[in-house]
C-alpha cells in the first residue's frame, strides 16, 4: 500500500487549531457565549421578583400592607457565577438586606415552597403571617433557554470558524 499527503503545511495548521479547540478553545468560546446570555435573563429574574406579588393567605383585617424591601432585595442579590462549564444563577442571601436572606429566596418561589409564616414586628393584634410564594426565580431562568441555546451554538460557530482559518 501506498499514501500520498499532499499540502502537508495546510494539514499541520488544520492539527494546531484542531488542537487549540481541543485545548480548551470550544469550552472558552461556548462559556464567553454563555455568560453573554445570561445577562439578559438576570434581568429579566430581577424583574420577575420585582413584579411579584406575594399576598397574604389570610387577609388581614386591617390591610397589611406589601413591603417592596424584600423583593428589590431579592433582585438585587440575584447574581450570575461563572463555571468551568457554563454559569449558574443564585440569590446571595447576605446581600438580601433582610434577616434570613437566603431563606426567604427559597421561601418566595413557588417551586421551592408554597408559603410561609414569619412574625410580624409591632403587631400585637397579628403575632403571625402566612404569606403565598409565587414562581419567579426558576420559571424565568428556564424561559431563556432559547438565549443559552443560540449562546452554545454561537460560541460553537466561533471555534468552527477559527479551526477552518
Wanted: proline share 4%.
Amino acid at each position: 500500500m501506498r499514501y500520498r499527503v499532499t499540502g502537508q503545511a495546510e494539514l499541520g495548521r488544520l492539527a494546531g487549531r484542531l488542537r487549540e479547540a481541543a485545548d480548551g478553545g470550544l469550552q472558552r468560546d461556548v462559556n464567553a457565549e454563555l455568560r453573554a446570555a445570561a445577562k439578559p435573563v438576570r434581568r429579566a429574574v430581577q424583574a420577575a421578583v420585582l413584579g411579584a406579588s406575594f399576598p397574604d393567605a389570610e387577609p388581614a383585617a386591617g390591610g397589611g400592607g406589601e413591603s417592596r424591601g424584600l423583593r428589590a432585595g431579592l433582585a438585587r442579590a440575584t447574581e450570575i457565577h461563572d463555571l468551568s462549564n457554563g454559569v449558574r444563577f443564585a440569590v446571595d442571601g447576605n446581600k438580601v438586606g433582610i434577616e434570613r436572606g437566603h431563606r426567604l429566596a427559597q421561601l418566595t418561589d413557588t417551586e421551592t415552597a408554597p408559603r410561609w409564616r414569619h412574625p410580624v414586628r409591632g403587631r400585637r393584634d397579628r403575632k403571625w403571617r402566612t404569606q403565598i410564594g409565587r414562581p419567579w426565580f426558576f420559571v424565568t431562568i428556564r424561559g431563556g433557554r432559547p438565549k443559552f441555546e443560540a449562546g452554545v451554538e454561537r460560541g460553537m460557530a466561533k471555534t468552527a470558524r477559527r479551526i477552518e482559518g
